[in-house]
């Protein structure tokens, strides 16, 4: 029996992690440009009534999938205007595009509320789902969840081993240095905006798509801020924050299980857990997370007082 | 020259006013549906009838307090968008308030408890993000946006439990309050709070502008670095300005309680937090601007509500038309805003 | 110095001139800089020296004249022409991100793509090897003491390809023994050919290692010469300039022979202090100084000497290391409140970023810090007619003419206007010690000499006054003493009948000899 539980709780947990993984590796990329984007909420709602809609229509989830990425990364484009170019009060304007998501996808998701799609299904490894034990938990989830770790690794190497990373952290770090070696700053930050959008918008999707497999509004219940914790959390690096993402998912996935298992411990103190451990640690970790974070991002928190 | 300046400014507002429209008119066409009919509805369904303008009031009264609960701590270079938790804090003190003194309590005592439990519920929801932030350990964006969710479930937690009304088996909710602590009602549901929100308004303008606070929080909001060095306690003001921004949106939460639903209840709050952080962003943080932005607020989000039977659009379309207003805003001001 | 044989002409400019609005930074500079020499270029602070090296960059555009590189005349539109050009800077401020590794900084200014880790990593090593630098590539720059990582700025500069190396007050972040590995790396770098150009005040580093000196001055060049014909007291002269610089009428002079009461404990008084800056390092070092009722003493410092921690130390801002500081002869904890308490004022460096709130009015400005009174029934009820009083004839005693608009908003005030709003508060509260930066920075003539006047009387009230300014003629005719500040150390307390300003001149840029007070 606790066998069972822990099976299902880990393979849970993996599931549900997912969707704030890929929001939280997006906005990783965005955060290291020195910008802060709390409307990731709004991008999230984006791609996962745009996912749906599109692999509803079209029949196609691949298409679904390719629809919540690009229109994603378009999404999260809109703040550019806004903190790259007038450089307004970059909070401010990341709950106004948190807005802006929520009306959107509510708006054209209307018709699909109720419906329900296959979407993404999980996908057995041939070989390793047989493996005792771990084998259904590991190798018996979709496709997003096998390419999380491969999308950590592609972003760390991104960021830390091309150019255009090296350039992006500059630019976060110190904009005057970075346009004094040459980078175009304004550029580099809208790039990080898009890849940060299509990121979010994957994310979304497989919560409509591989975990929901429906679409109702407000789907993502604050996925999108916690995904913006844990970037905190995570000290802005790619690997740490699936990391992170696994600790959500694995509260989010417990209490599933243990009201499944009609325990006694309370669903609601449960579900605090995530956000209160998120606190303690931004607390603990302060002076370790202010040696990490990008000078750029420090700017827009310790305004003043 | 002073008036050109004002005269172009107006302009480039009106324009700048008139593309957020049309971008959402033409967001409306997209999907078939005319923009004029839902205008026409929106504005039919709230300015158009009593009954209409008497909603639009309803609910701008907890967005009044729930905007000054941004707008204050606003002033000294804070982001409060811990609103939504306040309220639901200030709801739960409050309602604890009432079940335990219990149904037979008279108004005297039982308007002001309920307020008071209200405002230190809100407090004290905003007091520790405020202590983190006078540290300078945790910024108060974060730390009173998690509590948020945090305030939900704290709310769930007792509205399932120990507060659960026994009589009503399917329903999560308390016991209904005695007739003491009701907020009582001016005409239909337009209650007291509308009064108490306008006092409120004019409190914190009289607060900010008037008084030796206002003076250091403008001081200190203006430049920390000249009010530190000239003596100004920087810490305490921040402490207790985030818990007085607090306590207002406590209030919030125990108007909707005690004058509209009666009880308390899960999800009684419809985005009041996050729907004054907007208004009050709107309105440049300024007391009586809030008011008016208020209030077009609160005929966007009624409109928003009655569009859904009219029109078949789901209520939250309207957050499309109000986060195109605040994009507007924000793009205006650009680096001078606050 | 013996200078080795001059290389050819690499870089030359004619005319060089830049102007900002009604300030000339730079009038008609010629200069010409030769392979395989150390070129100084000597000047006080607002001399020019960092609006020329700014635009040899390619940071600013020239207003006319013109540049030439290995003959060729140049448009330098940006740091990318400059550096295309074999122009390398060194700048004061490093333009350095600490949070990245040293390959990774000098990767993001070689723009090289793809990346090239490895190769780069070597090349770092080589040059480092080549001249004996000791650096670690994969080093963060965050972790590295300021005098390595200047090294890292070089060898950046070097792997970019620059034959002209030009370094802006190299040694002001440096320890003395990594000023002196500096200077040894000049060595080395003029003997494989390369120029270094290097911008300072310090007539010691110059005579140290440069080859050829041009001493700028009011943006002009005052002279070009050989270092063989140079000499301490001609460049200090050169530097410094003869008196009469400052309109002696606008400086009212103190009363001859005006002798201070003795036997009264020093109203503010710094017994050994010590102080680090925000980087650990120190500061000011075992500072003795000691302000009597009714005097005036002066600090003589070239900006970034240590005189920016006085005011900050009283204030409390900024922690005592060691050492102790005396109010009225009392032990005083400093704190902003307790030093308004005490009666101590500060008049800072940057008024409007340390000593007003932009958004305010003038009114509301004037009454910062000491803005309690003007509040009745416990600070509900604002009792206007007393502060429009107060805020009147603090106006009033402050300025000249023009008093401006107690309405206006501090940030929509010019920058001497709002200076003399500062002045006209603190001076309002009849404080007993004053300390003060550059009074009379920005202010005209007249309004100058009424700020002078103004502190004068109030010193002859019995205020004690911490004058802290770089205008000698200045420091001369007002000060009662004058304390010498170089490197965050004393270098002498001087009665002005006791020295010269040619002296203290050199005392402030470095230079050896000391006369004791």
Same mark, same amino acid.
């Given at each position: 029996?606790?066998?069972?539980?822990?099976?299902?709780? +880990?393979?849970? /947990?993996?599931?549900?992690?997912?969707?704030?993984?890929?929001?939280?590796?997006?906005?990783?990329?965005?955060?290291?440009?020195?910008?802060?984007?709390?409307?990731?909420?709004? %991008?999230?709602?984006?791609?996962?009534?745009?996912?749906?809609?599109?692999?509803?229509? %079209?029949?196609?989830?691949?298409?679904?999938?390719?629809?919540?990425?690009?229109? /994603?990364?378009?999404?999260?484009?809109?703040?550019?205007?806004?903190?790259?170019?007038?450089?307004?009060?970059?909070?401010?304007?990341?709950?106004?595009?948190?807005?802006?998501?929520?009306?959107?996808?509510?708006?054209?998701?209307?018709?699909?509320?109720?419906? %329900?799609?296959?979407?993404?299904?999980?996908?057995?490894?041939?070989?390793?789902?047989?493996?005792?034990?771990?084998?259904?938990?590991?190798?018996?989830?979709?496709?997003?969840?096998?390419?999380?770790?491969?999308?950590?690794?592609?972003?760390?190497?991104?960021? /830390?081993?091309?150019?255009?990373?090296?350039?992006?952290?500059?630019?976060?770090?110190?904009?005057?240095?970075?346009?004094?070696?040459?980078?175009?700053?304004?550029?580099?930050?809208?790039?990080?905006?898009? +890849?940060?959008?299509?990121?979010?918008?994957?994310?979304?999707?497989?919560?409509?798509?591989?975990?929901?497999?429906?679409? %109702?509004?407000?789907?993502?219940?604050?996925?999108?801020?916690?995904?913006?914790?844990?970037?905190?959390?995570?000290?802005?690096?790619?690997?740490?924050?699936?990391?992170?993402?696994?600790?959500?998912?694995?509260?989010?996935?417990?209490?599933?299980?243990?009201?499944?298992?009609?325990?006694?411990?309370?669903?609601?103190?449960?579900?605090?857990?995530?956000?209160?451990?998120?606190?303690?640690?931004?607390?603990?970790?302060?002076?370790?997370?202010?040696?990490?974070?990008?000078?750029?991002?420090?700017?827009?928190?310790?305004?003043?007082? | 020259?002073?008036?050109?300046?004002?005269?172009?400014?107006?302009?480039?507002?009106?324009?700048?006013?008139? #593309?957020?429209?049309?971008?959402?008119?033409?967001?409306?066409?997209?999907?078939?549906?005319?923009?004029?009919?839902?205008?026409?509805?929106?504005?039919?369904?709230?300015?158009?009838?009593?009954?209409?303008?008497?909603?639009?009031?309803?609910?701008?009264?907890?967005?009044?307090?729930?905007?000054?609960?941004?707008?204050?701590?606003?002033?000294?270079?804070?982001?409060?968008?811990?609103?939504?938790?306040?309220?639901?804090?200030?709801?739960?003190?409050?309602?604890?308030?009432?079940?335990?003194?219990?149904? #037979?309590?008279?108004?005297?005592?039982?308007?002001?408890?309920?307020?008071?439990?209200?405002?230190?519920?809100?407090?004290?929801?905003?007091?520790?993000?405020?202590?983190?932030?006078?540290?300078?350990?945790?910024?108060?964006?974060?730390?009173?946006?998690?509590?948020?969710?945090?305030?939900?479930?704290?709310?769930?937690?007792?509205?399932?439990?120990?507060?659960?009304?026994?009589?009503?088996?399917?329903?999560?909710?308390?016991?209904?309050?005695?007739?003491?602590?009701?907020?009582?009602?001016?005409?239909?549901?337009?209650?007291?709070?509308?009064?108490? #929100?306008?006092?409120?308004?004019?409190?914190?303008?009289?607060?900010?502008?008037?008084?030796?606070?206002?003076?250091?929080?403008?001081?200190?909001?203006?430049?920390?670095?000249?009010?530190?060095?000239? #003596?100004?306690?920087?810490?305490?003001?921040?402490?207790?300005?985030?818990?007085?921004?607090?306590?207002?949106?406590?209030?919030?939460?125990?108007?909707?309680?005690?004058?509209?639903?009666?009880?308390?209840?899960?999800?009684?709050?419809?985005?009041?937090?996050?729907?004054?952080?907007?208004?009050?962003?709107?309105?440049?943080?300024?007391?009586?601007?809030?008011?008016?932005?208020?209030?077009?607020?609160?005929?966007?989000?009624?409109?928003?509500?009655?569009?859904?039977?009219?029109?078949?659009?789901?209520?939250?379309?309207?957050?499309?038309?109000?986060?195109?207003?605040?994009?507007?805003?924000?793009?205006?001001?650009?680096?001078?805003?606050? | 110095?013996?200078?080795?044989?001059?290389?050819?002409?690499?870089?030359?400019?004619?005319?060089?001139?830049?102007?900002?609005?009604?300030?000339?930074?730079?009038?008609?500079?010629?200069?010409?800089?030769?392979?395989?020499?150390?070129?100084?270029?000597?000047?006080?602070?607002?001399?020019?020296?960092?609006?020329?090296?700014?635009?040899? &960059?390619?940071?600013?555009?020239?207003?006319?004249?013109?540049?030439?590189?290995?003959?060729?005349?140049?448009?330098?539109?940006?740091?990318?022409?400059?550096?295309?050009?074999?122009?390398?800077?060194?700048?004061?401020?490093?333009?350095?991100?600490?949070?990245?590794?040293?390959?990774?900084?000098?990767?993001?200014?070689?723009?090289?793509?793809?990346?090239?880790?490895?190769?780069?990593?070597?090349?770092?090593?080589?040059?480092?090897?080549?001249?004996?630098?000791?650096?670690?590539?994969?080093?963060?720059?965050?972790?590295?003491?300021?005098?390595?990582?200047?090294?890292?700025?070089?060898?950046?500069?070097?792997?970019?390809?620059?034959?002209?190396?030009?370094?802006?007050?190299?040694?002001?972040?440096?320890?003395?023994?990594?000023?002196?590995?500096?200077?040894?790396?000049?060595?080395?770098?003029?003997?494989?050919?390369?120029?270094?150009?290097?911008?300072?005040?310090?007539?010691?580093?110059?005579?140290?290692?440069?080859?050829?000196?041009?001493?700028?001055?009011?943006?002009?060049?005052?002279?070009?010469?050989?270092?063989?014909?140079?000499?301490?007291?001609?460049?200090?002269?050169?530097?410094?300039?003869?008196?009469?610089?400052?309109?002696?009428?606008?400086?009212?002079?103190?009363?001859?022979?005006?002798?201070?009461?003795?036997?009264?404990?020093?109203?503010?008084?710094?017994?050994?202090?010590?102080?680090?800056?925000?980087?650990?390092?120190?500061?000011?070092?075992?500072?003795?100084?000691?302000?009597?009722?009714?005097?005036?003493?002066?600090?003589?410092?070239?900006?970034?000497?240590?005189?920016?921690?006085?005011?900050?130390?009283?204030?409390?801002?900024?922690?005592?290391?060691?050492?102790?500081?005396?109010?009225?002869?009392?032990?005083?904890?400093?704190?902003?409140?307790?030093?308004?308490?005490?009666?101590?004022?500060?008049?800072?460096?940057?008024?409007?970023?340390?000593?007003?709130?932009?958004?305010?009015?003038?009114?509301?400005?004037?009454?910062?810090?000491?803005?309690?009174? &003007?509040?009745?029934?416990?600070?509900?009820?604002?009792?206007?007619?007393?502060?429009?009083?107060?805020?009147?004839?603090?106006?009033?005693?402050?300025?000249?003419?023009?008093?401006?608009?107690?309405?206006?908003?501090?940030?929509?005030?010019?920058?001497?206007?709002?200076?003399?709003?500062?002045?006209?508060?603190?001076?309002?509260?009849?404080?007993?010690?004053?300390?003060?930066?550059?009074?009379?920075?920005?202010?005209?003539?007249?309004?100058?000499?009424?700020?002078?006047?103004?502190?004068?009387?109030?010193?002859?009230?019995?205020?004690?006054?911490?004058?802290?300014?770089?205008?000698?003629?200045?420091?001369?005719?007002?000060?009662?003493?004058?304390?010498?500040?170089?490197?965050?150390?004393?270098?002498?307390?001087?009665?002005?009948?006791?020295?010269?300003?040619?002296?203290?001149?050199?005392?402030?840029?470095?230079?050896?000899?000391?006369?004791?007070?």
């Amino acid at each position: 029996m606790a066998s069972d539980f822990f099976q299902g709780w +880990l393979a849970g /947990g993996i599931l549900a992690s997912t969707p704030i993984f890929y929001a939280a590796l997006g906005e990783t990329v965005v955060e290291k440009a020195g910008l802060i984007n709390l409307g990731v909420e709004g %991008t999230m709602l984006v791609g996962a009534s745009v996912g749906f809609a599109v692999s509803s229509t %079209t029949g196609s989830v691949a298409v679904g999938l390719c629809a919540a990425a690009l229109l /994603g990364g378009v999404f999260n484009l809109l703040l550019g205007p806004l903190v790259v170019g007038r450089g307004a009060n970059q909070l401010a304007s990341g709950l106004a595009l948190m807005f802006l998501g929520q009306g959107l996808s509510a708006y054209y998701g209307k018709a699909f509320v109720g419906t %329900t799609v296959d979407g993404l299904g999980p996908l057995a490894l041939p070989v390793l789902s047989r493996v005792p034990w771990l084998g259904p938990i590991l190798f018996r989830q979709d496709l997003l969840v096998y390419l999380t770790v491969p999308s950590a690794i592609f972003v760390w190497y991104l960021l /830390g081993r091309t150019s255009w990373g090296l350039h992006l952290r500059a630019v976060g770090e110190d904009r005057m240095v970075a346009y004094a070696a040459g980078s175009n700053t304004g550029l580099l930050r809208y790039q990080a905006l898009a +890849l940060g959008g299509v990121l979010a918008g994957i994310g979304g999707a497989h919560l409509s798509l591989a975990i929901a497999h429906t679409w %109702t509004e407000g789907i993502t219940a604050g996925r999108g801020f916690i995904a913006v914790a844990l970037v905190i959390f995570a000290a802005w690096s790619p690997l740490r924050v699936l990391l992170g993402a696994l600790i959500f998912g694995g509260t989010l996935a417990l209490q599933i299980q243990l009201q499944a298992r009609g325990a006694e411990v309370s669903p609601f103190l449960l579900d605090m857990l995530p956000y209160l451990v998120t606190l303690a640690v931004l607390v603990q970790l302060r002076k370790a997370s202010r040696g990490r974070m990008p000078e750029g991002l420090k700017e827009v928190f310790e305004s003043s007082a | 020259m002073l008036a050109l300046r004002n005269r172009s400014a107006l302009a480039l507002d009106a324009g700048l006013l008139a #593309g957020a429209l049309l971008l959402f008119s033409l967001l409306l066409l997209t999907s078939g549906k005319n923009p004029l009919d839902t205008y026409g509805s929106l504005l039919r369904s709230t300015l158009g009838s009593a009954y209409g303008l008497s909603e639009v009031v309803v609910k701008l009264i907890p967005l009044l307090f729930t905007a000054l609960a941004v707008a204050l701590p606003a002033r000294l270079g804070l982001v409060n968008v811990g609103g939504e938790g306040q309220l639901h804090l200030g709801a739960l003190f409050a309602a604890s308030a009432a079940l335990s003194l219990g149904p #037979g309590t008279p108004g005297w005592l039982g308007l002001p408890a309920g307020a008071l439990a209200g405002m230190l519920g809100g407090a004290a929801w905003a007091f520790a993000p405020a202590l983190l932030r006078s540290l300078g350990w945790l910024n108060e964006t974060i730390s009173t946006l998690l509590l948020n969710y945090v305030a939900l479930r704290v709310v769930d937690f007792f509205v399932y439990g120990a507060l659960r009304d026994p009589g009503s088996a399917n329903v999560p909710q308390t016991k209904a309050f005695g007739p003491g602590f009701l907020w009582p009602a001016f005409t239909g549901r337009v209650h007291v709070g509308i009064a108490l #929100g306008l006092l409120a308004l004019a409190l914190a303008a009289v607060l900010l502008f008037l008084t030796r606070w206002g003076y250091e929080i403008r001081a200190i909001g203006g430049n920390p670095v000249a009010a530190h060095r000239h #003596g100004l306690p920087l810490a305490a003001t921040t402490i207790a300005v985030l818990c007085a921004g607090g306590a207002l949106a406590g209030l919030a939460g125990t108007g909707e309680i005690m004058a509209i639903q009666g009880r308390l209840r899960p999800h009684f709050s419809a985005d009041f937090g996050y729907l004054g952080f907007l208004i009050s962003w709107l309105a440049g943080h300024r007391p009586l601007r809030i008011l008016v932005m208020g209030f077009l607020v609160a005929v966007i989000a009624t409109g928003g509500d009655s569009l859904q039977l009219d029109q078949g659009l789901p209520s939250a379309t309207v957050n499309i038309l109000m986060a195109l207003l605040l994009f507007v805003v924000l793009a205006r001001e650009g680096k001078r805003g606050v | 110095m013996p200078s080795a044989s001059r290389g050819e002409l690499l870089l030359e400019t004619r005319g060089l001139t830049k102007v900002f609005g009604a300030l000339r930074a730079n009038d008609g500079v010629d200069l010409r800089i030769h392979a395989a020499e150390v070129h100084a270029v000597l000047g006080e602070n607002g001399a020019g020296k960092s609006t020329l090296m700014k635009m040899l &960059y390619g940071y600013y555009h020239p207003t006319s004249g013109e540049i030439f590189v290995g003959g060729k005349p140049v448009r330098l539109g940006s740091p990318r022409h400059g550096r295309a050009h074999g122009i390398g800077m060194v700048f004061q401020n490093f333009t350095l991100i600490p949070a990245l590794e040293v390959w990774e900084n000098i990767a993001l200014f070689l723009d090289k793509r793809p990346l090239e880790r490895e190769g780069l990593l070597e090349r770092i090593r080589e040059v480092s090897r080549a001249y004996r630098l000791d650096l670690d590539p994969r080093a963060l720059v965050r972790e590295l003491p300021f005098g390595t990582r200047q090294k890292v700025e070089i060898v950046k500069v070097l792997l970019t390809g620059a034959r002209i190396l030009i370094f802006d007050e190299p040694t002001s972040v440096l320890a003395p023994h990594e000023a002196e590995a500096l200077f040894t790396i000049f060595d080395e770098l003029r003997g494989r050919g390369y120029a270094v150009v290097f911008i300072t005040h310090k007539l010691a580093e110059v005579l140290r290692c440069a080859d050829r000196i041009t001493v700028l001055r009011r943006g002009r060049v005052a002279k070009s010469l050989p270092a063989g014909e140079a000499t301490k007291e001609g460049l200090a002269s050169l530097l410094v300039g003869e008196a009469g610089a400052t309109d002696p009428e606008a400086i009212p002079r103190r009363r001859a022979g005006t002798s201070l009461p003795s036997g009264l404990r020093p109203v503010l008084r710094f017994d050994r202090v010590s102080c680090t800056t925000d980087d650990g390092r120190p500061g000011l070092t075992g500072l003795d100084l000691a302000v009597h009722p009714g005097e005036v003493l002066g600090v003589a410092a070239v900006s970034g000497n240590g005189q920016e921690y006085l005011g900050d130390l009283v204030l409390g801002l900024r922690p005592v290391t060691e050492g102790r500081i005396l109010l009225g002869g009392e032990p005083f904890d400093p704190s902003p409140v307790a030093a308004l308490a005490r009666g101590v004022a500060c008049i800072p460096e940057d008024p409007l970023g340390m000593g007003a709130i932009p958004g305010l009015s003038v009114r509301e400005n004037l009454i910062l810090g000491a803005h309690r009174p &003007y509040w009745n029934a416990g600070g509900f009820v604002p009792d206007r007619g007393r502060l429009e009083a107060a805020a009147r004839t603090a106006l009033t005693t402050a300025f000249v003419q023009a008093p401006p608009s107690l309405e206006a908003l501090a940030e929509d005030l010019s920058g001497g206007n709002l200076h003399r709003v500062l002045i006209a508060r603190e001076l309002s509260r009849n404080p007993i010690a004053l300390i003060s930066y550059y009074l009379t920075r920005g202010l005209d003539l007249s309004n100058a000499r009424a700020a002078r006047e103004l502190v004068l009387a109030h010193a002859a009230r019995g205020m004690g006054l911490l004058f802290i300014s770089e205008d000698l003629d200045e420091l001369f005719t007002l000060c009662d003493r004058i304390l010498v500040l170089h490197a965050g150390r004393s270098r002498g307390i001087f009665r002005p009948v006791e020295t010269s300003p040619r002296d203290v001149g050199l005392l402030m840029t470095g230079a050896d000899h000391a006369r004791a007070a």
